[in-house]
């Protein structure tokens, strides 16, 4: 089992349409939750952060983290062509020396 | 200021062949991560270096991969007697400080294809 899951798509949406992007994990010592923004031939950008449980809003982005069910979501509101990209999710817990990725969602929204 | 850069941008080899890619960091960045990106997949953690201190290798694949970073600056990152698996791309960052809170800013990474 791998320690993060993250649904890879494709995901197409309309403009102005909300999306909700997943991922689940199993190590419950992760604390540090992050999502990752990848345009195509680019390398991923720090788009959310959150530590442990709660949620966090940034413009039209929302970071949700529930511990309890070892799930977290990123939610953008009022989508746009430009946010068209991979969008990774990432975690990490205290001591390590690395993040752990998942896949990526590949997300289109369609003018 | 100048983020992360890679070299080369892509590179096509033939099996068997070694392969260095090169990163340099964002100036006064003291950790530094590789991780590798295959198709279809999340990013996996290969080599961290933090300062002068021991690298972190436990990510490596196997002993054809190896990586050198003189202090904080350029790392570079060896793959020898290359394999069809190991195309892939290649990212590097850099972060701050070595707690993982820090922002990590990642380079366009280095595109590998062992033919």
């Known amino acids: 089992q791998k320690e993060v899951e993250q649904d890879p798509g494709p995901l197409s949406v309309p403009e102005g349409a909300i999306v909700s992007l997943n991922c689940t994990y199993s190590?419950?010592?992760?604390?540090?939750f992050m999502w990752y923004r990848q345009y195509s031939r680019k390398g991923p950008e720090l788009l959310m952060y959150?530590?442990?449980?709660g949620n966090k809003e940034d413009g039209r982005f929302t970071a949700q983290v529930d511990k309890s069910s070892k799930y977290i979501s990123l939610f953008i509101r009022d989508s746009q062509p430009s946010d068209s990209a991979t969008y990774l999710c990432a975690m990490t817990q205290t001591g390590a020396n690395n993040l752990f990725f998942g896949t990526g969602t590949r997300l289109t929204v369609i003018p | 200021g100048a983020g992360v850069s890679q070299s080369p941008s892509n590179k096509v080899t033939e099996k068997g062949k070694d392969v260095e890619l090169r990163c340099d960091p964002i100036?006064?960045?003291?950790?530094l991560y590789w991780y590798r990106q295959r198709l279809g997949q999340g990013l996996e953690f290969l080599i961290y270096?933090?300062?002068?201190?021991?690298?972190?290798k436990s990510g490596l694949p196997s002993d054809r991969f190896s990586a050198e970073r003189t202090g904080e600056s350029v790392s570079t990152l060896t793959i020898q007697r290359t394999q069809q698996e190991d195309s892939a791309v290649y990212l590097c960052a850099s972060s701050l400080e070595v707690a993982l809170q820090e922002t990590q800013y990642f380079g366009p990474g280095t595109r590998l294809l062992v033919l």
């Open positions: 100036s006064g960045h003291t950790a």
């Open positions: 270096f933090q300062g002068n201190s021991a690298p972190d």
């Open positions: 959150t530590y442990s449980s």
């Open positions: 190590n419950s010592a992760f604390q540090y």
